[in-house]
């Protein structure tokens, strides 16, 4: 099945589940990796998941980022969001820690 690419992804991250121990320092600034999941049958009616990306050596032990989000895609051919059903409530246990970098 061809998939094509959305025009655009919307999304939102919650900022108090960011781990800060892999925030990247760059020539520019601070930066956070993150990764995309496609999530094509989320009972939340979301396109992807937005996690924390980490450092191989760290998936390659089986470790998880934290899920700071989720985002949905805006169709390739016309530009509008796909029409899906309400997202169920979630409840989020954010990190107890609100000295973030920025």
């Keep these: 099945m061809d998939h094509p690419i959305p025009k655009a992804l919307n999304g939102s991250i919650n900022l108090s589940m960011i781990d800060k121990n892999h925030i990247v320092e760059g020539k520019n600034g601070k930066y956070l990796p993150v990764r995309f999941v ?3 049958d989320s009972p939340y009616g ?3 998941m937005i ?7 760290l998936r390659d032990q089986g470790l998880k980022g ?10 390739a051919q016309s530009g509008k969001q796909a029409q899906k059903k309400a997202p169920a ?3 989020v246990h954010p990190s107890t820690s609100d000295d973030l970098p920025f």
Excluded at 51 to 57: H, L, M, N, T
Aim: charged fraction near 25%; charge should be negative.
């Design 46 to 48: 979301n396109d992807y």
């Design 89 to 91: 409530e979630v409840t």
């Design 66 to 75: 934290p899920v700071l989000g989720n985002g949905r895609a805006f169709d």
């Design 38 to 40: 496609n999530t094509p």
């Design 51 to 57: 996690v924390q990306d980490i450092p191989r050596e």
